[in-house]
């Protein structure tokens, strides 16, 4: 799609990798659209499993506020920001119609660990971590943490992890129910392939279905 998004398709998994890695893909505007029109891509090319990951040995450490900051945004207007651009793409990875993982290889902080609790699935390398950063600059998660991250850790974890913006590690992460497996990361995207190309062999509309079934059971 562009230099800040990469997309690979690998027999039925298309591969979007974020690819800011001298910000350690911290996400502006612009890379928010990219990832969003990626996956709106997939619903209508045979794309049957997504994985989300980001390059250079870091998932995404949030939104880019250097680039807010340069670019000289009244209060009003980082909102719209986060309303036109950060929200759409967010609701897009949990509506997607196909199963998203989301392949954490180091840090998913502030948006970017609301962005891996929006997909289906979170594997997770060794060195990775989750962290809500928003509580360290006066914020609260404005990604859908608030209203994710209980349904997965409990009530009490999620108040945590806002509450302090405290480093999870990947074995905790998967002993809380915030991550599902930890994947050794010298193999880690080759085991995190071989896991999506599993799932990429079901039965895509009965993985449609579950998904939506799944999705609804949380609302009712």
Not at 45 to 70: E, H, N, P, Q, Y
Not at 104 to 131: H, N, P, Q
Request: with cysteine; hydrophobic share 45%; aromatic share 6%.
């Amino acid at each position: 799609m562009t230099d800040s998004v990469l997309v690979e398709r690998r027999d039925a998994v298309t591969v979007l990798t974020i690819n800011r890695p001298e910000v350690r893909n911290a996400v502006d505007a612009d890379t928010m659209d990219s990832l969003r029109a990626a996956l709106l891509a997939c619903a209508g090319d045979g794309t049957r499993c997504v994985v989300l990951t980001g390059a250079g040995g870091s998932f995404c450490s949030g939104a880019d506020l250097k680039w807010a900051v340069a670019s000289g945004y009244t209060p009003d207007e980082s909102y719209g920001i986060l309303t036109d651009h950060y929200a759409p793409t967010l609701k897009v990875i949990r509506a997607c119609p196909m199963p998203v993982i989301a392949a954490v290889d180091g840090y998913a902080a502030g948006i970017g660990c609301d962005m891996a609790l929006a997909c289906d699935l979170r594997l997770v390398s060794e060195r990775g971590k989750f962290a809500e950063l928003f509580i360290r600059i006066g914020l609260i998660p404005d990604g859908g943490g608030t209203y994710l991250l209980p349904r997965l850790v409990g009530m009490g974890r999620a108040l945590e992890m806002i509450f302090t913006g405290a480093d999870v590690d990947a074995q905790e992460a998967v002993r809380i129910g915030l991550a599902n497996r930890v994947l050794p990361t010298d193999a880690f995207m080759d085991t995190v392939m071989s896991f999506a190309g599993q799932i990429s062999r079901q039965s895509p509309n009965a993985l449609r279905r579950a998904k939506q079934a799944l999705l609804a059971s949380l609302d009712s």
